[in-house]
């Protein structure tokens, strides 16, 4: 078997981000349509809480049909209604692509159909 020789890649495009959410309720939990759809970011027991997001995307194309993207996300949360704060990275993956395979490893935010 013989592999082509790839070359060297560039950077095609890099991309970030920033981005401040914060939420209340006057009962002891979130209601449920604040809190579903957000991959475990909001916890349901948190009456108040406040979140700074802030990630990254890089894309590499290293010839016509091969590409290659990674990309890290990290979260900063704090409740107000109980002590502590966190702070933990939600994304991190790379995927790779030759044609119409992908190759992806990591933990990505996907959702159905994209």
């Known amino acids: ?3 082509p020789f790839l070359g ?3 950077v095609d495009s890099l991309t970030y981000y920033v981005d401040m959410w914060g939420g209340g309720a006057n009962q002891p939990y979130m209601p449920h349509w604040l809190v579903a759809s957000r ?5 349901d027991d948190h009456s108040q809480v406040g979140l700074l997001k802030a990630g990254g995307t890089s ?6 049909q091969f590409t290659i993207e ?3 996300e990290g979260i900063a949360r704090t409740s107000f ?8 990275i939600q ?3 790379v995927k790779a692509k030759y044609g ?3 190759l992806s490893g990591g933990r990505v935010e996907k959702t159905l159909g994209t």
């Open 91 to 93: 994304q991190g993956y």
């Open 81 to 88: 209604t109980r002590a502590g704060s966190d702070i933990f």
């Open 100 to 102: 119409i395979f992908d």
């Open 39 to 43: 991959y475990g970011v909001i916890d």
């Open 8 to 10: 060297i890649a560039q």
């Open 59 to 64: 894309f590499f194309r290293i010839n016509k």
């Open 1 to 3: 078997m013989i592999l």
């Open 70 to 72: 990674a990309g890290l």
